[in-house]
């Protein structure tokens, strides 16, 4: 079955920083991968997605992420982390082929950022 | 603003009530698709719809159920609710059906069932 695996719970980095976040699937084949933002009381937003192709993808607000097949990973970097990056970020993964444009969670990483 | 609405933003109600989340996609969009947000679960696919019919079903609860609407709105129906069926529930929209289309969330309804 497919799952997708953020094993941080909760993470916490100074303003400034270098942010990492990990993400492991699980998938018959490369899947469709994505990131999302979530920030408190709204919805989600896309930060990245990768298709095919150059394995490191570059998004919105200075957000870029690397897909490493051998690892099933596809990790959110952000080189200097600004107090306004604080959310929940979701890994996700739809189906290649199909109809069915569904996309599996994971469970989300919380980002704290102190000053 | 992604574009996608939904109504109410919170309802509160007790259990064995019904009700009814009302989502309006993107203009264009023709795909629709449900998903629940809880602290346990994390965010579960419920069920898709494409321009008026049903695509895919994901842990969707038999007392749930949807429906898209020629106007391409959706409305997801909660029935007997349970305490446990608390959650924050998103609607998403996108062009068509691969999974390769971005999907635009809206900003959620938050289901309080006391």
């Known amino acids: 079955a497919q799952s997708v695996t953020q094993p941080d719970i909760h993470i916490t980095v100074s303003e400034g920083a270098s942010l990492e976040l990990r993400c492991n699937y699980s998938?018959?084949?490369?899947?469709?991968l994505f990131w999302y933002v979530q920030s408190p009381g709204q919805g989600l937003q896309l930060l990245l997605k990768y298709f095919s192709g150059d394995t490191l993808v570059q998004g919105i607000k200075g957000f870029e992420a690397e897909f490493k097949r051998s690892q099933s990973s596809f990790n959110l970097r952000k080189p200097s982390v600004h107090w306004s990056d604080a959310a929940e970020y979701f890994c996700?993964?739809?189906?290649?082929?199909?109809?069915?444009?569904?996309?599996?969670f994971g469970k989300g990483t919380k980002l704290s950022v102190k000053p | 603003d992604s574009g996608v609405t939904q109504t109410p933003k919170h309802l509160i109600t007790a259990t064995g009530q019904r009700v009814t989340l009302r989502c309006s996609p993107r203009s264009g969009d023709l795909s629709v698709y449900w998903y629940q947000q809880s602290l346990d679960q994390g965010l579960q696919f419920l069920i898709q719809?494409?321009?008026?019919?049903?695509?895919a079903k994901g842990n969707i609860l038999e007392r749930f159920s949807a429906q898209q609407f020629p106007d391409l709105h959706s409305e997801l129906n909660l029935s007997s609710l349970e305490l446990g069926d608390s959650a924050l529930y998103f609607c998403a929209s996108s062009v068509a059906l691969a999974g390769y289309n971005e999907q635009f969330f809206g900003p959620g309804t938050r289901l309080t069932v006391l």
């Open positions: 719809y494409y321009n008026g019919e049903e695509r």
């Open positions: 996700a993964v739809g189906a290649r082929g199909g109809s069915q444009g569904n996309l599996i």
């Open positions: 998938y018959g084949a490369t899947p469709y």
